[in-house]
């Protein structure tokens, strides 16, 4: 996912916002999460990935 800009407005002050998507897809569900900065998406998307990496390889030893 791409990052996303918001802009907010009020009579006295503009304030631009960039956000980063990040969408993590299990069997029957879609979780969508937004990190503030790119380096915290790609720290989240990573511990994500370790942690089903680790998951299935503990899976795998059990059958």
């Known amino acids: 996912m791409a990052s996303?800009?918001?802009?907010?407005?009020?009579?006295?002050?503009?304030?631009?916002?960039?956000?980063?998507?990040?969408?993590?897809?299990a069997t029957e569900k879609v979780y969508e999460f937004i990190a503030e900065k790119e380096?915290?998406?790609?720290?989240?998307?990573?511990?994500?990935?370790?942690?089903?990496e680790e998951f299935k390889r503990r899976n795998s030893t059990i059958a």
């Not at 996303?4 to 897809?25: D, E, G, K, L, M």
């Not at 790609?42 to 994500?48: A, D, H, R, T």
């Open 4 to 25: 996303t800009s918001s802009n907010v407005t009020n009579a006295q002050q503009s304030i631009s916002t960039t956000y980063y998507p990040f969408r993590v897809s």
């Open 39 to 52: 380096s915290d998406r790609e720290k989240w998307v990573n511990k994500i990935r370790q942690a089903s």
